[in-house]
């Protein structure tokens, strides 16, 4: 069965330091999604992309972050300047049509330290 | 704003048992609502959804919801637990025209012998 694949599982980084979380969504489907877990809490919208572009996002998606699809296979997460607050499970997810639900991938845990 | 609430946090059912887990959603039309299951350090595996039509779904694993207006709500069920049953619930709502998913808090599901 496709999947949604996260690369890394796990990353620890200092505060104020830079992550990229990648995925690589099932190929025929055209939205992408990052979502967020704090531990504890519940899933967190975060940010929609579909023809290139962000379609929706939260109030947690500031500046700070940003997500590119630089190919034609890899969705990435972009935090420009980590914070503690920002250690969570992040996932990743994509959707051939709204309609069927989103297929989520394992999962990036994030550390900042 | 459309919400999602799980009522129960932790719920322990002996193997064999029959389960049912709450959920309860707020939104003013019709929503896309769906059942995800996380095992411990795994990703979101959708359950089931409900779009349209009959309003009782199956899922896999032996999973079925059922989705009544009148009480907003969409609770799941399971006629026999099985001790692979034992995960974290969520419980999520969107709709047409907004990409997002909104979760509830989940509900941990611990099985006993």
């Known amino acids: 069965e496709p999947e949604v694949t996260q690369t890394p599982s796990h990353q620890v980084t200092q505060m104020g330091q830079e992550v990229i979380l990648r995925c690589v969504p099932i190929s025929n489907h055209l939205y992408f999604y990052w979502y967020r877990q704090i531990l504890g809490q519940k899933v967190e919208f975060l940010v929609s992309?579909?023809?290139?572009?962000?379609?929706?996002k939260s109030e947690i998606f500031d500046d700070q972050f940003s997500v590119e699809r630089p190919d034609g296979s890899n969705f990435t997460l972009k935090i420009r300047s980590t914070k503690l607050e920002d250690s969570a499970m992040y996932f990743c997810?994509?959707?051939?049509?709204?309609?069927?639900?989103?297929?989520f991938g394992s999962g990036t845990r994030l550390t900042v330290v | 704003a459309q919400s999602v609430t799980q009522p129960d946090i932790h719920i322990t059912v002996s193997e064999g048992a029959s389960l049912e887990l709450r959920c309860n959603y707020s939104y003013g039309a019709t929503p896309y609502l769906f059942w995800y299951v996380q095992s411990p350090g795994q990703g979101l595996q959708l359950l089931l959804k409900?779009?349209?039509?009959?309003?009782l779904v199956q899922g896999i694993k032996g999973f079925e919801a059922e989705f009544k207006r009148s009480q907003s709500s969409f609770n799941l069920r399971k006629p026999s637990v099985h001790w692979s049953d034992a995960a974290e619930y969520f419980c999520a709502v969107g709709n047409f025209g907004n990409e997002k998913l909104t979760f509830g808090t989940g509900t941990r599901l611990t099985i006993i012998p």
């Open positions: 409900y779009f349209s039509g009959d309003t």
């Open positions: 997810a994509s959707s051939e049509n709204r309609e069927d639900g989103y297929t």
């Open positions: 992309f579909y023809n290139n572009e962000i379609s929706e």
